[in-house]
């Protein structure tokens, strides 16, 4: 990992250097990091994000449809093979996910699975926000949405989970 840098030298970074270090603050979506890039400087880190979320609401309902198809399931094959992004590996252990009994873990896989047949992407709840009792708790919920108030339902998850990765990057006293 990088050590805590502050929104001046984020600001003074090359496009390559930037692109590495923010490259995975959206679930292998660097399109995101790479289209901020043209937002800099940034006045602080509320700001970064601010931008982050600006460009991330403009795109087209396939679009945000796209970076949720990013996301690994929680608790899924990748999380089993050791095959997740250091950042969602550590989020889901975190969340006690790689700890589950089997019946939770059994739930989970058939509420995922049907979570994704009924809305066309994996069901995406920011694991560091959330235990597993609530994460269960809110997909067998959110299950329940209509697909119009579930996608942008789920981008808020993005949000919130690149914020929380962004703030192990960039020094900063926000609070979530
Ligand atoms: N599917 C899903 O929510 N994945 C994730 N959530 C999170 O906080 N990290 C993830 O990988």
Redesign the pocket.
Known sequence: MFAMIAIGEVNSLSYEDFLEIFGNVV?KCPLVTAAVWSARPFATLADMEARIAEFIDSLPAAGKAGILRC????A?RDLQSGT??A??EQ??VA?GLRSLEPADATRLRRLNLQYKERFGY???????LNDRAAILRQLAERFANEPQRELPLAIE?VK??CC?RLRRIVASDIKL
């Open positions: 679930e996301h690994p399931d929680l899924g997740l992004t950042e969602s989020e889901q969340a994996p069901f995406v709840i920011c694991a560091g998850e919130k989970i929380l």
